[in-house]
């Protein structure tokens, strides 16, 4: 195909400003799918993407387009991932575009994840239509966010192009632009192959599906085919296309973009970011910007029920064959007993696992207080990766202690910058950059313990900007901290599930409010309920659940044993969901108190 | 033997804690209904679902703002209807302002043999608190007129942990009625319930319920002075001198059948549960058209059938046998539940005698706790 009449691009847009709708209506003016044969929003696939709104995977969608001058174009829509926990994947996704739009709501303006997000396309020469969005919306300011475009992302506003996705307003002329001001595909043809990989999931029939976008030279059905990285050489079986519909092809040449699939076993084979080349006459070098993706953020997940255990393990193994930046390896725990260690790309990451976990496989959660990974260094001199509190040598044994650091870039209105400091102080964090990107816009660069970002941060930062802060960050490094292990005791045992990893100077404070708010979670029961905190065996705070001392309900009107029945019914179902440590119930929320003690503050 | 449930669904006025199935005295309504009633029994007696019946529980609303000559009819209609034996329990609820001398007498002219009478508290501010319409004084002179009216039966309700009430409160109470000397006495906790008028009225005029410490005083304080003065309890809520105890409540807690009849009211018989429509309007259409006034009905698989045998049968002080229960529903029942109910037993809940399992009193304070196990 020639690459004269290819345009690659994807949609840079934060969360809500209208990037699903807008491709809905791609589909639909080039007649990709008709409007009646779509459900809403057919690029968000997976349930969840669909209720959050956000996307996860990203889908690479070929539309054939006719332009004005009644030329024939072949646009490929390379979908990106929404959150910050997937940034590198967006950065992979924009590694396979010429362009990309900027897609802006004109009454929320730019936000940080947009900012990220243009300023990742502006450092991969990505050339950019800004394009503003619910213009039809009465709370429009068309101006406004076109200012903020120059002023804020560095834009040429005038060429921003004004829409109403929701109705179709302006979208032809988005995809004329896209024509006629995004620049094709280079790369030479009769070069060796180089296709970068930027998505793949794992298709219970077909083993792992690649989406790749052909840099040099062709891929052929039949080619024998090498994965860069991983060094492994394979078959290629079919190549083709989404229309959306996944359709076969003969080959996929320079500039195209499309999908492979070559008897891959595993996800994890085919990374994203890998080069393809012909194992025959293989490239020089691969696609630059390839990096192993780590999980950040951990966690244990534990069944309510032991006995779900080995249902919990099938849950993540199946999970894991289409997600390979998510880790798991089996935990125990002496108070939650079998169990699994979790490895995240982020918080969102975690939360979408569990609710997959909780949804399709209908599992019965408890999920421990989020952490970082951890560089201690024992006084032998080596180094240990620690992923969770109770791995975390004694103190007498540990030299130093290094913990991930983000940097974070805050973008806010003015007035909340006050409160925004603020919090980062609070937080550990070290100021970096303040600057005023327009009259009432502030981008706030800290760097910040990743920690305390995984603990409470974001809610907090939404509570104190009122919603209007929004954040983006990536971990830029580490730096050495005092950090001391902070245990709770119920009934004098320590329960291993509910030990976090503080700042020596924030671990009294954080100890007594952890301390408190486990008695609000905690049922009374039988007996009373020693709550302790605990720093390194010394007992830092106190509370107590006392005994329950009634729970009855005295009359029976007339014989109604049923309504005495659903009582005790309700009241057994609401014990299941407790997990039973020594003797002690123990509601599932609490292990995740630790998450939920700042948030209160603020109110 | 069956146990006969008459549900009047009328009040003088609504109290504010009040979530029962009542509603404001119409006099015509009520007319109408008492002859729904009547056909109800008729036909439960022709349907054959009738055995033989040895209780009647006049309850409500406000049972006595019927008149006697009502209650006979349906006295009368029972005993045609259920072979009802002369010896039979026929009990009355009645609130204190609504009776006098003369008409207490009338009533147990009627047949009524055994009067519950809705006191609740001996002091007026708790009664107001309440929105009852009687006072303490009434109260009082209500338990002497039923027993000028030849009542040797009489019990009384008294509610506990009243918004603004005090232990020491309670216990005045509590000697009032010993003093007023009744048969039997049910002592409720007071359950505030989310959509009552009370929680509102609380909450404006900043009355609080004593901490649950308190509750738990009020509760077994109140069970040692009344045993002290004479009275056994044999069950949570419920004590009574010698041969005094209700023989149909009874019946609720010992695996029993009876009937409901009257709207809104619950029935057990031959394995399955049903309640009749709630509306009283409903319900006399409903008979007068002659369609069912079931509700809700529930057949009970064996499994429920024992566990709510097991779950009622810890209500009483004697508890539950074990032994025989298990063998007539064929189930070990130690086996089963042996090792949930450890732990309550360790906690001193529960005490295990032979093949008797019974709660303490700390643990009738705590019976949920421990039924949950068997549902």
Redesign the interface.
């Known amino acids: 195909m020639d690459p004269s009449r290819i345009r690659n691009f994807s949609v840079i847009a934060h969360i809500d400003h209208g990037k699903s709708t807008l491709a809905d209506r791609f589909l639909e003016i080039t007649g990709a799918l008709q409007a009646r044969e779509m459900e809403a929003q057919v690029l968000d696939a997976m349930d969840l993407e669909r209720e959050r709104g956000i996307t996860i995977k990203a889908h690479p969608v070929r539309l054939s387009y006719t332009a004005r001058s009644g030329e024939p174009y072949v646009l490929n829509l390379i979908d990106t991932p929404g959150h910050v926990d997937f940034s590198y994947e967006v950065t992979r996704s924009l590694a396979a575009c010429e362009g990309a739009l900027l897609l802006v709501d004109a009454s929320q303006g730019v936000e940080a994840q947009t900012l990220a997000n243009a300023y990742l396309a502006v450092d991969n020469s990505l050339e950019i239509i800004p394009v503003i969005n619910k213009i039809d919306l009465p709370g429009a300011q068309p101006e406004e966010a076109r200012r903020q475009i120059e002023e804020i992302v560095g834009l040429d506003g005038s060429g921003a192009l004004l829409a109403s996705a929701k109705l179709g307003t302006g979208v032809p002329e988005i995809l004329e632009a896209i024509v006629e001001r995004l620049p094709p595909p280079g790369g030479s043809p009769g070069a060796p192959l180089k296709a970068l990989i930027f998505d793949s999931w794992y298709d219970a029939y077909r083993g792992v599906v690649i989406v790749i976008r052909v840099i040099d030279g062709t891929i052929n059905r039949g080619m024998k085919i090498r994965l860069m990285a991983q060094g492994q050489d394979y078959e290629s079986l079919q190549v083709g296309v989404f229309t959306p519909r996944a359709t076969e092809v003969e080959s996929l040449g320079a500039g195209e973009v499309g999908f492979l699939v070559a008897n891959i076993k595993k996800i994890s084979d085919a990374k994203i970011g890998d080069t393809i080349t012909e194992s025959a006459r293989p490239a020089a070098e691969p696609f630059p910007g390839f990096k192993e993706l780590k999980p950040m953020v951990f966690a244990g997940l534990y069944p309510v029920e032991g006995h779900q255990y080995p249902e919990l393990r099938d849950a993540l193994e199946k999970l894991r064959l289409n997600d390979a930046s998510f880790f798991y390896e089996p935990e125990t725990s002496a108070a939650l007993g079998f169990g699994f260690r979790c490895g995240f790309l982020g918080l969102l990451h975690m939360e979408i696992v569990q609710e997959r976990l909780e949804r399709e496989f209908d599992m019965d959660l408890v999920t421990t207080a989020p952490g970082v990974l951890y560089r201690v260094t024992t006084t032998d001199g080596l180094m240990h990766e620690i992923d969770s509190p109770s791995k975390l040598p004694d103190a007498g044994a540990i030299r130093t202690i290094e913990e991930p650091i983000i940097t974070a870039m805050i973008l806010t209105p003015a007035e909340h910058v006050g409160g925004i400091l603020q919090l980062c102080q609070d937080k550990r964090g070290v100021q970096k950059k303040l600057e005023y990107l327009a009259a009432d816009r502030v981008l706030i660069t800290y760097d910040l313990p990743f920690n305390e970002v995984v603990l409470d941060f974001y809610d907090r930062l939404k509570t104190i900007s009122r919603g209007y802060a929004s954040l983006d960050y990536h971990v830029t490094g580490y730096w050495p901290s005092p950090l001391v292990k902070l245990d709770i005791l119920v009934n004098g045992d320590p329960v291993d599930a509910l030990s976090v990893i503080v700042h020596r100077d924030m671990a009294y404070e954080r100890g007594r409010a952890l301390a408190s708010k486990m008695r609000e979670l905690i049922p009374?029961q039988?007996?009373e309920v020693a709550i302790q905190a605990a720093i390194g065996g010394r007992i830092v705070a106190r509370e107590s659940v006392?005994a329950?001392?009634?729970?009855?309900?005295?009359?029976?009107?007339?014989?109604?044993?049923?309504r005495?029945?659903k009582?005790?019914?309700k009241?057994?179902e609401g014990?299941k969901r407790m997990k039973q440590v020594g003797?002690v119930q123990i509601p599932q929320e609490a292990f995740l108190a630790v998450l939920k003690m700042g948030v209160d503050k603020e109110d | 033997m069956l146990?006969l449930?008459i549900?009047v669904p009328f009040c003088a006025a609504i109290c504010n804690y009040c979530n029962?199935n009542r509603g404001v005295f119409d006099a015509d309504l009520k007319a109408r209904y008492v002859d729904a009633l009547l056909t109800e029994i008729d036909r439960a007696g022709q349907a054959g679902r009738a055995g033989g019946a040895d209780t009647i529980?006049f309850?409500g609303g406000t049972p006595s703002l019927l008149e006697p000559g009502e209650v006979g009819a349906i006295v009368a209609a029972c005993a045609r209807a259920f072979a009802l034996g002369a010896d039979s329990e026929i009990t009355l609820e009645a609130n204190p302002e609504t009776v006098t001398r003369d008409r207490l007498a009338a009533f147990r002219a009627e047949g009524v043999t055994r009067l519950s009478v809705g006191v609740q508290s001996f002091r007026d501010d708790e009664l107001r608190r309440l929105s009852r319409l009687h006072t303490a004084a009434r109260a009082r002179a209500a338990v002497g007129e039923a027993r000028a009216a030849g009542f040797d039966n009489v019990s009384i309700d008294l509610m506990m942990w009243l918004p603004g009430q005090s232990v020491a409160d309670w216990l005045a109470s509590v000697d009032d009625a010993v003093s007023v000397d009744p048969d039997h006495l049910s002592?409720?906790?007071l359950?505030v319930y989310p959509n009552a008028p009370l929680r509102e009225e609380m909450a404006r005029a900043r009355w609080s319920q004593a901490p649950?410490?308190d509750?738990?005083a009020m509760?077994l304080t109140a069970m040692e002075r009344l045993e002290a003065a004479g009275y056994r309890q044999y069950e949570?809520?419920n004590v009574a001198k010698a041969g005094r105890r209700s023989r149909h409540n009874l019946?609720?807690w010992t695996d029993g059948e009876?009937l409901?009849l009257g709207c809104?009211?619950?029935?057990?018989q031959g394995g399955v549960?049903w309640?009749n429509v709630s509306a009283p309007g409903d319900y006399v259409r409903r008979i007068a058209s002659r369609s069912d006034i079931r509700d809700?009905v529930?057949s009970m698989s064996a499994d429920?059938r024992l566990?709510?045998a097991l779950?009622?049968g810890l209500r009483l002080t004697d508890g539950i046998d074990l032994a025989a229960l298990g063998g007539r529903y064929g189930v070990d029942l130690w086996a089963r539940y042996g090792g949930e109910l450890d732990?309550?037993l360790e906690?001193g809940?529960l005490i295990r005698e032979g093949p008797r399992l019974r709660l303490t009193r700390r643990g009738?304070?705590?019976?949920?706790?421990v039924?949950?196990?068997?549902?």
């Open positions: 009374r039988m007996f006392k329950l001392r009634k729970n009855v309900l005295a009359k029976c009107y007339g014989g109604d044993i049923t005495k029945r009582l005790l019914e009241q057994k014990k003797k | 146990g449930y549900h029962f529980y309850g002592l409720y906790l359950e649950d410490e509750a738990e509760y949570i809520s019946k609720y009876w409901g809104g009211a619950h029935s057990t549960r309640k809700e529930r429920e566990g709510d779950f009622t732990r309550y906690a809940c009738m304070l705590l019976a949920h706790e039924m949950a196990v068997f549902v």
